[in-house]
C-alpha cells in the first residue's frame, strides 16, 4: 500500500457522488481530504488507477516528499 493524491481536475469542487465512491472503494482509506479538489488516499496503486480511469475529471500521482534544507545558521570554523 501507498500514498497517492487523488486529484479533480474538472471545474468546481470535485463531485459528491465521487467523494463517495472513492470512500465506500474497499482497500482505499482517506488520509486527508481538507482540500475541495485533492484527495490524500492510502491504497494499493492498481485501485487507485483502475478509480481514476472511471471516474471522469480525475487524476491520480505518487505522494513524494522533498527533503528541507535545516533553515539554523552553522558556524563555519576554518
Known sequence: MGHFILRFTGR???????????????????????????????APSDTVSQLAETLPGWSWTSERTIPLPDPRPKIRTT
Do not use: H, K
Not at 15 to 31: A, C, F, K, N, Y
Open 12 to 42: 468546481g469542487a470535485a463531485p459528491d457522488s465521487d467523494l463517495e465512491r472513492i470512500r465506500s472503494t474497499p482497500g482505499v482509506s482517506i488520509l486527508d481530504s481538507s482540500s475541495s479538489r485533492m484527495l490524500l488516499v492510502e
